[in-house]
DNA sequence: ACCTGAACACCGTTCAAGT
DNA sequence: ACCTGAACACCGTTCAAGT
């Protein structure tokens, strides 16, 4: 049968799962698919548009996250800020992948919209809302760059979390 | 004459600043240095290294600055944080560069070390100064890496000063 | 000591031509 | 409509051999 979008972006996955960014070129798509590579140029306009599925993909759960809870606004921001580490932190490279689709689309990309909800909720001015929202984004795509860069080159990771924990409530106090 | 590191070093920075991280291959380096691309690695590891050079001239002006001050403490941390933006911001893909050599060095690479000296004078504990200081580093490099992706996509960067501001008083507030 | 020549194992993207 | 074949213009790195 014939290749299709879906197909590409569930091998794309894989590579980025399993091997990383820096294995996931179009040409070892293409062998993994076993096509050429100017094949997947029918279904998809470019490597980034790829990798832009991807980042959607990786933050996708975010958004039926907890909206309709009990807890204290704060409480629901801190919860929605570690989801969003926890799912770029399982990706290899996650944080490198959501980075330039955060870049692109600063305000529409979980989980700054649902963010700015709760901040707003929680008494802040329409302005300030927004500006907590992609503090703490930036932040935390900051954390998990060093994390995932350490990670890749064998280096210590035991105290990014504590060190991402204590920036969180810096920002959340 | 021979081929030195410094010329190498310089000749990276010239190209870096010109055209970009995208421009700064080691064969292209090669070309405009007049030689094979193979001869680099006589005097340079390998690409990374030199990188990693080229973020520590970024920073470098960073550790003489403003340290014998008569500020408060928190006034002096707000300006060493918006220098160092200013100095990454200057570089095309500086904060691509400059994310990397702090991963791996996230103590000692400044503004980290002198952030810290100014959090412990303002009267934190030992360990919270840490953590305020690398928050902020973090913070900042996220915010000029959306800032740098979006200006080499030529998207609209007339918020970033004051998105960068906002989170500035957030986390020295 | 320092560099060339040449290779190895790759890239992203385009596009005429085939089916 | 969808894909192949083949090309274009590149990568980082290594290393025998030359000077």
Redesign the interface.
């Known amino acids: 049968m014939a290749l299709s979008r879906d197909q590409i972006v569930a091998a794309a996955w894989g590579i980025l799962q399993s091997y990383g960014l820096g294995d996931l070129s179009m040409r070892r798509l293409a062998k993994d698919l076993g096509v050429q590579p100017g094949a997947l140029y029918w279904h998809v306009a470019n490597k980034q548009e790829l990798l832009g599925v991807l980042a959607q993909r990786m933050v996708a759960p975010l958004s039926t996250e907890a909206l309709d809870d009990a807890a204290p606004p704060r409480d629901r921001a801190a919860h929605l800020t570690r989801e969003f580490r926890s799912l770029i932190l399982a990706v290899r490279d996650g944080a490198e992948v959501v980075?330039?689709a955060?870049?692109?689309n600063?305000e529409s990309l979980s989980p700054v919209p649902e963010l700015v909800a709760l901040s707003t909720e929680s008494g802040s001015p329409q302005?300030?809302a927004k500006?907590?929202a992609?503090?703490l984004?930036?932040?935390?795509?900051?954390?998990v760059?060093?994390e995932q860069?350490?990670e890749a080159?064998g280096?210590d990771t035991s105290s990014s979390e504590?060190?991402f924990t204590?920036?969180l409530e810096?920002?959340l106090s």
């Not at 984004?137 to 954390?143: E, H, I, M, W, Y």
Request: glycine fraction near 10%.
């Open positions: 980075s330039v955060h870049s692109i600063p302005g300030e500006y907590t992609l503090t984004v930036r932040f935390t795509l900051g954390s760059s060093t860069t350490r080159m280096l504590a060190e204590a920036g810096l920002l």
